[in-house]
T-cell receptor
């Protein structure tokens, strides 16, 4: 079946850039998503990218997709303490439906 | 406020007790989902409902039942709770993207 992998932990210093990586196995993945989960809360959609795109930028967030290697990354520029959260990568072949989630990367931002 | 509402937020059960987790959405979405979240394992799909009147098993359905009462509501029932069901449970609905509830933290002792 489909599988999505992420590193479980990442620590960065405030002001540095964070790069969270994700790999997936499903070659039919059409949409790839990044969700953010703050402590005690549900998941919030950060951004998504369609598989025919290589890059998407939204303010401090940059998503890079290497479809050949099935590798997705999320770069957060000028990381702030408020960015401390768990970040989930998810993929689907059908927009908005039947997601497969990675295990989540816990980002810790150090002062 | 539009969104997905889950109740209760916290619950402690004894082994063998039963309970129902409630979920309601007011966005007129067709699809609704129940996930459980365990450390290091991400979200695993328990059951989903593609539309009112239909339900299907996900990755980890054993020990759970669901009811899609109407388009708004999708409940998850534990008939005989076990310690392995200690987890955080999330309900979600989707039309063109997932919207999650804030979760139910369940402890089974």
């Amino acid at each position: 079946g489909e599988d999505v992998e992420q590193s479980l932990f990442l620590s960065v210093r405030e002001g540095d850039s964070s790069v969270i990586n994700c790999t997936y196995t499903d070659s039919s993945s059409t949409y790839l998503y990044w969700y953010k989960q703050e402590p005690g809360a549900g998941l919030q959609l950060l951004t998504y990218i369609f598989s025919n795109m290589d890059m998407k930028q939204d303010q401090r967030l940059t998503v890079l997709l290497n479809k050949k290697d099935k590798h997705l990354s999320l770069r957060i520029a000028d990381t702030q303490t408020g960015d401390s959260a768990i970040y989930f990568c998810a993929e689907t072949a059908t927009y908005g439906q039947n997601f497969v989630f990675g295990p989540g990367t816990r980002l810790s931002v150090l002062p | 406020n539009a969104g997905v509402t889950q109740t209760p937020k916290f619950q402690v059960l004894k082994t063998g007790q039963s309970m129902t987790l409630q979920c309601a959405q007011d966005m007129n979405h067709n699809s609704m989902y129940w996930y459980r979240q365990d450390p290091g394992m991400g979200l695993r799909l328990i059951y989903y409902s593609a539309s009112e009147g239909t339900t299907d098993k996900g990755e980890v359905p054993n020990g759970y039942n669901v009811s899609r009462l109407n388009k708004r509501e999708f409940s998850l029932r534990l008939e005989s709770a076990a310690p392995s069901q200690t987890s955080v449970y999330f309900c979600a609905s989707s039309e063109d993207g997932y919207t999650f509830g804030s979760g139910t933290r369940l402890t089974v002792v």
